[in-house]
Nanobody
Framework: QVQLAESGGGLVQPGGSLRLSCAASGSIFSINVMGWYRQAPGKQRELVAVCSTGGTTNYSDSVKGRFTISRDGAKNVMYLQMNSLKPEDTAVYYC?????????WGKGTLVTVSS
């Protein structure tokens, strides 16, 4: 079993920054893909960014150039640095890890961008 715990959400003004963290524990195999997804009120969950154990990253067009995903493989911790935040970034952000075709999810952390 795998457990994921997100932290770092909160309220921030437009143009501000936040850093989300996700700590993974349990049966973490060496080859996996970790990522961040988000779900805004009334909308479907969408991909924000993913990062493989090999370091390959992929971002949604809406966050490219503003958000940076990174991970510390030794500690099984993943980060999402979010800069130049916009009101439309408001959502619950979920940590995800894909291991051998199985998805595991955290409980989510709320990010609110508002003045």
């Amino acid at each position: 079993q795998v457990q994921l715990a997100e932290s770092g959400g909160g309220l921030v003004q437009p143009g501000g920054s936040l850093r989300l963290s996700c700590a993974a524990s349990g049966s973490i195999f060496s080859i996996n893909v970790m990522g961040w997804y988000r779900q805004a009120p009334g909308k479907q969950r969408e991909l924000v960014a993913v990062c493989s154990t090999g370091g390959t990253t992929n971002y949604s067009d809406s966050v490219k150039g503003r958000f940076t995903i990174s991970r510390d493989g030794a500690k099984n911790v993943m980060y999402l640095q979010m800069n130049s935040l916009k009101p439309e970034d408001t959502a619950v952000y979920y940590c995800n890890i894909l291991i051998r075709g199985i998805n595991f999810w955290g409980k989510g952390t709320l990010v609110t961008v508002s003045s």
